[in-house]
């Protein structure tokens, strides 16, 4: 509680450091295959099917998540978990159709959070990183969910709950 006390009120050992972020970003950028130089680019962490996050809750969040990055001037790159098939993130990917997304499997995880400008996930010690790192986080606590209390309440990460609470965010990121 104290760590993430002193992250929220700017105190953390954590700072971003300029110079890894933009090699880091020039770096996404060539493996990608798309210039990501002049958008904000938000990294997204999904998580497999476990329980109590059945196939239709991750088809739900995914695609509330999705939908609303789908129509924002930003680049988002959706990392798989390694126990994730990919299946229901791909048929939300082709429903959506964006152009400014891309769907990543590899295991490259910090060279994205260097990079990224936004961090998304859910329940998982990528939030964690997120927050050491000095990103800006924000949580899917779609559909009721209740995760990272303490990381929200004192401010070292924020709670998207309903559609529209990511654009805010990005406003307040541009």
């Known amino acids: 509680n104290q760590e993430l006390k002193e992250i929220s ?9 300029r110079g890894n972020y933009i090699s880091a970003r020039e770096k996404t950028s060539n493996r990608l295959g798309f210039s990501i130089q002049k958008k904000l680019l938000v990294l997204i962490a999904c998580h497999p099917v476990f329980e109590p996050h059945t196939a239709t809750r991750k088809y739900l969040i995914e695609k509330t998540l999705l939908n609303e990055l789908a129509g924002e001037s930003v680049f988002v790159i959706v990392k798989l978990h390694p126990q994730d098939d990919s299946g229901i993130t791909k048929e939300i990917l082709n429903e959506i159709g964006s152009d400014n997304m891309v769907l990543v499997k590899d295991f ?13 996930g859910t329940g998982s010690c ?3 990183q997120a ?3 000095g990103k800006v986080v924000a949580v899917m ?5 209740s995760q990272f209390p303490v990381a929200i309440r004192y401010k070292a990460a924020f709670s998207l ?13 541009s």
């Open 9 to 17: 009120l700017g105190n953390g050992h954590s700072v971003v450091d």
């Open 108 to 120: 490259d995880f910090d060279l994205y959070l260097k990079a990224c400008d936004l961090f998304i």
């Open 126 to 128: 990528s939030l964690h």
């Open 131 to 133: 927050i050491s790192a």
């Open 141 to 145: 606590n779609y559909e009721g969910e």
């Open 161 to 173: 709950k309903k559609e529209g609470d990511v654009h805010q965010i990005l406003d307040r990121k």
